[in-house]
C-alpha cells in the first residue's frame, strides 16, 4: 500500500482542482491518503515568494486559467466574491476535525466540505453566517464518528497548523498543493500524472534523472 500525504490549503484553486482530479489519478492503486492543511502564505514567506494573486498580471492568468481546466476536466468551478481571502478559520475548522491518533491531518469528507465551501457557489468564504453552517457541519460530522470536536481557535488547533506547515517546509515544500509519497515531493495539478507514473513504477525514476534535476549547478542568482 502506499502512503499519500497531500498538502493543501483551501485558498489554492489549483489544489481544489488536485483534490478533485485525485481519486482518478490513484483509481486501481492500494493507497492511504492523508489530507494534511498547511498555510500557504507560511510557505511562501519562508521562500521570499508572493502568491499568484498577488501579482496582477498573473493574477489575471490564474483565474482565466483555473476556469478552463475546471470546464476542461468537467468540474464546477466557481470563483468566489473576493480573492485572495484569509483561510485561516477555514484551515483550522478542517483541523478541528483531527483525531488524537492522527492529530495533523482531516478525512476527505471534510476537506472536499472546505473546498467546496469556497470554490463552489460563488460567494464570500470568510461570510459569518456560512461560516457557522460550515462549523455546524463539521461538528455534526464528528458527532456521527463519535470523535471529539476541538475548538477551531484552540491553541491545540493552532499548534496543529503551525506543525503541519513547518512540517511541510522541512519536507521542501513550497506551494500547493503538494503530495508527498516516499518522500518524493509532486507539486500541482498537473504534477498529477508524474505521480501515477510513479507509483506505476515508471523507468524515469529509476533512471537517475530525479536525483540530476537537484544536482544542477547554478550559473547565476539575481540580486533580491
Known sequence: MHDIAFYFDPISPYAYLAFERLPETLMGLSVRVRY????????????????????VPKRDWTYRHVGWLAQHHGLPLDLPATHPFNPLTLLRMALAC??????????R?????VFHHVWRGGQDPNEPARLAA????????????????????????????????EEALALGLFGVPAIVVNGRVFWGLDGLPMLRDYLDDGAWFTSGAWEAAAALPVGVQRQR
Open 134 to 165: 460550515l462549523e455546524a457541519l463539521l461538528q455534526d460530522h464528528m458527532r456521527q464518528r463519535q470523535k471529539p470536536w476541538l475548538a477551531p481557535d484552540s491553541e491545540e488547533v493552532k499548534q496543529r497548523l503551525r506543525s503541519n506547515t
Open 36 to 55: 494534511k492543511p498547511v498555510l500557504f502564505a507560511g510557505l511562501l514567506k519562508a521562500h521570499g515568494q508572493r502568491g499568484p494573486a498577488e501579482i
Open 98 to 107: 483531527t483525531t488524537s491518533d492522527a492529530p495533523g491531518e482531516c478525512n
Open 109 to 113: 469528507y471534510v476537506a472536499e466540505q
